[in-house]
Every structure is written in C-alpha cells, then in structure tokens.
C-alpha cells in the first residue's frame, strides 16, 4: 500500500463526521447559537454548508447586537426549507430592528414552536407587543434580570404594556413575568396548555379559548389581588386540569366575601392540584385555606380530584405507599414537582387508577399483587420502572423517552397477551430489559398476535430471563417460542441474552438455602462450643481452689435436665446436617462438590464436639 493510500484512508476515518446523517447533525447545531453553528461548519467538508438547512435556530444576544448579521443570514440560508423552531435571546442592548428581523424572518418561514427570553438591565423598547403568526403552535416567553453578578427579578421596567398575540394554530403557551405587569391580548382559538408565572395575576383578554384544557398559574411575590383572580378565572371555565400555588388560595381565603357573590367557575374539572411555593419561613401572612375557597373551585366539578402538598413535604424526593387502603376516593393521586423515587406496594381500595405526575421523577417500583389498576404516569424523566403483579401493568403515559431500564414480572394466570403487547409499544425506549418466563410463556401461546405487530424494541443491550414459577407449579405445558425471541431482540441484534431455566433457578434456590442453613449451623456449634467450654472451666476452677463440696455440688443440680436439653440440641443438629445433605443430593456434581467441604467440616467439628471426654450426652456418631 503505498503513501497515498495510506493517507487517504487516514483521512476518510478522520473526516467520519460526514457519514452523519443530515437530521444527526442538525440535532448537533441546534445546541448551539447559530453564528457558533456557522463557525462549526469547518469541521467536515459536507457541514460547510449544512447551517443553510437546519431547521432549528438558536439567536443568543452575546452573539451580535446589530441586525447586519441577520441580513447576511437570511440572505444564505435556504429559504425554501421552513423553520420549525425558534429560540430568541436578547438584552436591552440588542437593537428593535433585530429582533423584529428575527421575528418577522420565522412568522414567513412558518415557525411552529418560538421560545423569547429577553434580559433586562434597565428599559427597553421591545417589538413583542405583536406577535403574529398562522403556523405557531407553541409559544414561550421569559422575561429575567441580567445585573452582570447573575440574574434577579427586581426593578425591571419595560416601555409596553400590552403582549398581543395573534396565533390560530397556538396550542402551548408559557409566560414568566417576574415582577412585571402587562395585559395578553391572545387570539387562539386552539390553546390548549397555559403555564403562567409572575409576582402579578396574569392581566388576560381572549376571543374565545373554549379547547383550553391544562393550566398552571404560579402567583407569588405578595402584589397580587384576589380579584384580579377571580376575574381570570372567568376566563379559563373549560379547563380540565388545573395546577394551582398554594399561595393563590391562601390569598382567596383572606376574601372570603369575594368568592361568595360570584359563581363557581369551573364545571369540566378533572383535577385540581395545588402546591407551595413559599416555605414556612417565608409566609408573611398566617391565612390557612378556607373550606369555602375549595368549594368554591370544585362546586361545579364534584368528582374531579384534589391534591395537595402541604409545605412540610414541600421538599419531598422519596416516598413509599405500602400495606395502604384508600378510602373514598374514585382515584389515587401522586402529584409533586420534586419527588425522584416512588414505591407503591400492596396498596388496595375501591378506586381503579392511579395518577401519578411528578416531572422529576426517575425510579418507579410498582408491586399490585392480584390487584389490577390502570397506571396514569406523566414523568417525563423516568429512567426506572420496576413492576410486578398478578395482572399486566395497565399503562398509559405522555411520554417516557428516557426509560432505560424495566423489570417485569407478570404471573397468576391471569395475564393477556394482548394487553402484553400493548405494553411493549410505551416501552420501546428501554435498554435493560428483566422478563419473567411466564410471560414468554404467554406470548408463545399466542404467536399469531406478535407476528402481526412490529418489534418493539431497537435499542435493546441486554434482555435476561427468569422463571418464578417451579416446575410442579406449571400448568400449561407451553415451551418459549422461537418467534418470541425474534420479536423481542430482531430490531436490536447485539444485545446480549440471557435466560434461566427452571432447572438453574431450582439448583440457584436449593445451593442458596444449603449454604444459608450451613452457615446458621456453623454459628450455632461455635455458640454451643464456647457455652461447653464456660461451664467446664467453671467447675475445675471450683475444684482447683478447693471449694467446699457443697458449692461444688451446686453445680451439678439439675443435671438430668442438661442431660436432656443436650439431646434435644443434639437431635436438632443431626435434623439440621441431614437436611443440609439432602438438598445436596439434589445439586448437580460440581456443586455438590464445591460445597463437600465446608459440610464436613462442619459434621466434624459436630462430632467433635459430642465426643467430648465431659460431654454430657450420648456418641451420636450412628445417628449421622
């Protein structure tokens, strides 16, 4: 191979960043800010001009401060590509005519999701009174506090009053104020989710949001009015799901005589959650919720569901439900912002759902028994999920993308195959997948369902299987398919497989309980050994400093029930070894072998010990 063979196979495998696919690589330059994304474009020959393609930018105001940039921008991007996203950051110092370009730049491309952080050191004169846009459908804008030591969210003032957006196809909005007051003119006839946050009630004026489903209103900051919150409630009657800050009903429940001359707002409610912001040592105000504020949110919606989290759990990250039974609720709801780890085992009761939403959340361990309820999970971060029950876990979820590791164990009989199925589609993500045979066992039984669904699983590593049942518990003599293992690892063919069978899991459970038992008995011989050896040191002492007879005699009542006593334990022991070298018998010859020693060792030092010259039993060295 000569010299310019060589270099250009160096230079094919360093230039492997051009084997990436164009969507990959777009995912890359999103991360970054487009002027970082453009300098990026010299690592490889085929990135020099993929920045004109991305679908995704990303405008941060320590980049440029002057429009020039967006101008030769847009001059060489490829416009016939639409923009999916846009997320714009500017200061006080970056100039209107920019982020106009830059707004007016996406509204043309058809921009479907804009994220506006602007930070603030003093006033500013902004273009975001008017936002309007037929394509937008998610809509996020942040207003911080830039003092060069960090951010903060005092004495920010702005030259506005008024955000008025204009967006038809608009499903999610999210707005955070800080401490600033503005009125929202929105027309959305399709918005779905509102997250609002501010020292202030959100000022809102609508055209109409009948689809309104979710809200999250955060209200802190001790400037807000009580009527000002009933009047937005006016506003949000067809909401369904609704999160509220604690602070926001304690505020209520200072104007009670409010909330009696108006009507109860919300008649779809299917939950209400409320939760703290403020810990106790920041309540300025000694206002507990009043019973009248929570009718008067839930009059109209008698069977949706209230959760709440007082401040003492406010900072609540680990939390185990075991041996519980829930009383009078149609629902069992698990709601809290910081919660990591749950358990919920053996909980029973007369509901048939469980709602669990906890975005921080990363271990589940479910264990239902024969119990069978349907599992509402909204954990956007879970990682964990470990399940067991007589019924298949009945799950449904808004998405868990970053399951990695599951563990199911389905046995009773009782499982379907289909729900089975149905399962594997919400876990498609996982990468260390823990079955029990059973419900291969099921599955096999059933080849026809799987051989219409797709593989669920493409980015399996590992897939291990164990059995729980024993082999006399089998009811239905039905082997592991080879169209089963295919199903499970076709889309991800280098994951290891492991399966044990019965048999090991009987030669792992009977080699276990034989090393746990040789090791009690073990204890229990060194125990007796050193109690003998006390009470023979005990009379010789006795006899060498020449007690009286009547001492010595002392220490020899009882005699016969010692005698007796030593037979029983003697007795015991013998059932003990015999029992030891019974599952022995059991074990497959290396096994047998690799445990002979320690048993008699442990038969010697027995045998030993009641061939002891004052042993005060009889040789039962024929038992064995």
């Given at each position: 191979?000569?010299?310019?063979?060589?270099?250009?196979?160096?230079?094919?495998?360093?230039?492997?960043?051009?084997?990436?696919?164009?969507?990959?690589?777009?995912?890359?330059?999103s991360f970054v800010g487009i002027k970082?994304?453009?300098?990026?474009?010299?690592?490889?020959?085929?990135?020099?001009?993929?920045?004109?393609s991305m679908p995704h930018l990303n405008f941060f105001f320590k980049d440029f401060y002057t429009s020039n940039f967006v101008t030769h921008l847009v001059s060489r991007r490829n416009n016939l590509i639409e923009v999916f996203s846009i997320k714009l950051c500017f200061d006080e110092c970056s100039s209107k005519v920019f982020v106009e370009q830059v707004l007016k730049y996406a509204f043309s491309h058809n921009v479907q999701q804009l994220d506006i952080i602007w930070f603030d050191g003093g006033s500013i004169e902004s273009p975001l009174s008017l936002i309007r846009s037929e394509s937008l459908t998610h809509l996020s804008m942040i207003r911080k506090c830039f003092t060069g030591r960090g951010y903060c969210v005092e004495d920010v003032q702005g030259s506005f009053n008024v955000v008025n957006v204009v967006a038809p196809q608009l499903k999610n909005l999210t707005i955070d104020n800080g401490p600033e007051k503005y009125q929202y003119l929105i027309s959305a006839p399709r918005l779905v989710s509102l997250l609002y946050?501010?020292?202030?009630?959100?000022?809102?004026?609508?055209?109409?949001?009948?689809?309104?489903?979710k809200v999250d209103l955060c209200v802190c900051g001790g400037i807000a009015s009580a009527y000002k919150i009933v009047c937005l409630f006016q506003h949000l009657r067809s909401v369904k799901y609704l999160t509220l800050n604690l602070e926001i009903l304690e505020l209520l429940s200072s104007s009670v005589e409010l909330i009696l001359i108006n009507r109860p707002p919300f008649a779809n409610l299917k939950s209400l959650h409320i939760y703290p912001v403020e810990e106790l040592s920041e309540v300025r105000n000694d206002v507990e919720m009043s019973s009248e504020v929570k009718n008067y949110l839930l009059e109209n919606s008698p069977s949706?569901?209230?959760?709440?989290?007082s401040r003492e759990c406010a900072n609540l990250k680990n939390l185990t439900l075991k041996s519980c039974k829930v009383i009078g609720l149609n629902g069992l709801n698990i709601r809290h912002p910081l919660l990591s780890n749950l358990t919920v085992e053996d909980v029973q009761g007369s509901f048939n759902v469980v709602n669990v939403v906890a975005p921080q959340l990363k271990n589940l361990t479910i264990d239902n028994g024969p119990e069978k309820y349907q599992y509402l999970i909204s954990a956007p971060r879970l990682v964990s999920l470990l399940y067991k029950g007589h019924h298949c876990l009945d799950l449904s979820t808004d998405g868990i993308s970053l399951l990695e590791k599951v563990d199911l164990c389905v046995c009773g009989g009782i499982a379907s195959a289909y729900k089975i199925v149905c399962l594997f589609q919400h876990l498609r993500s996982v990468k260390y997948l823990t079955l029990n045979l059973e419900i291969l066992e099921l599955l096999s039984s059933s080849v026809e369902l799987i051989l219409i669904n797709r593989p669920p699983f493409a980015n399996l590593k590992s897939l291990h299987i164990y059995p729980v049942e024993e082999l006399s518990e089998v009811r239905n003599d039905v082997e592991m398919s080879s169209e089963v293992k295919n199903y499970l690892l076709e889309n991800s063919p280098s994951a290891t497989f492991t399966m044990v069978s019965r048999e090991e899991s009987r030669v792992r459970k009977d080699t276990k309980l034989a090393q746990n038992q040789m090791a009690s008995l073990q204890l229990m011989l060194e125990h007796e050994k050193t109690k003998m050896e006390n009470q023979i040191t005990q009379v010789e002492n006795l006899l060498q400093i020449g007690e009286r007879m009547t001492h010595v005699n002392r220490c020899?009542?009882?005699?016969?029930?010692?005698?007796?006593?030593g037979k029983q334990k003697t007795d015991d022991i013998i059932a003990q070894l015999r029992n030891i070298k019974k599952l022995m018998t059991k074990l497959p010859a290396s096994k047998r072998a690799e445990m002979e020693p320690c048993f008699s060792s442990l038969a010697h030092s027995f045998l030993l010990s009641e061939s002891h010259p004052n042993a005060i039993v009889s040789n039962p060295v024929a038992q064995l």
């Open positions: 191979m000569d010299y310019k063979q060589v270099a250009k196979r160096m230079n094919d495998e360093i230039d492997r960043l051009s084997n990436l696919p164009d969507d990959l690589i777009h995912k890359i330059l970082r994304a453009i300098e990026l474009s010299a690592l490889s020959s085929r990135w020099r001009y993929i920045w004109t946050k501010g020292h202030h009630c959100l000022d809102l004026s609508t055209d109409g949001i009948s689809l309104l489903e949706a569901t209230f959760t709440m989290v020899w009542e009882g005699l016969s029930d010692r005698i007796e006593q």
